[in-house]
Nanobody, 127 residues
Framework: QVHLVESGGGLAQAGGSLRLSCVAS????????LAWFRRAPGKEREFVAG????????SYSESVKGRFTISRHNDLMTVFLQMTSLKPEDTAVYYC????????????????????WGQGTQVTVSS
């Protein structure tokens, strides 16, 4: 497992941008597929974006495709989520996650495929 700490959340206006970071410690993140999930008030946690171990494959939910970009820098032990054209419905607590096993190389959308989670960072988008 890896220990994950998110940062970069805050308040943004609709149409604005934010960049989330997630710094890992422990085992190298190069062994793991990584992802961002989010939980909006009163809703279940949902997949936002995922990236393969090597960074060559990415996956996005339909609600953020074309607006958010996930990337990783293995040497810096960091995964990023660049969020643009923000909407009020993007308001949520955002979590980064690392895959439960090194056998998972591609990005997965199922929450159960991840077993290392950060504490979350709040993103609030005002209209």
């Amino acid at each position: 497992q890896v220990h994950l700490v998110e940062s970069g959340g805050g308040l943004a206006q609709a149409g604005g941008s934010l960049r989330l970071s997630c710094v890992a410690s422990g085992r190298s993140i190069s062994y793991y597929a990584l992802a961002w999930f989010r939980r909006a008030p009163g809703k279940e946690r949902e997949f936002v974006a995922g990236i393969s171990r090597s960074g060559d494959l990415t996956s996005y939910s339909e609600s953020v495709k074309g607006r958010f970009t996930i990337s990783r820098h293995n040497d810096l032990m960091t995964v990023f989520l660049q969020m643009t054209s923000l909407k009020p419905e993007d308001t949520a607590v955002y979590y980064c996650a690392a895959a439960a096993t090194t056998y998972i190389s591609e990005p997965r959308k199922y929450e159960g495929d991840y077993d290392s989670w950060g504490q979350g960072t709040q993103v609030t988008v005002s209209s």
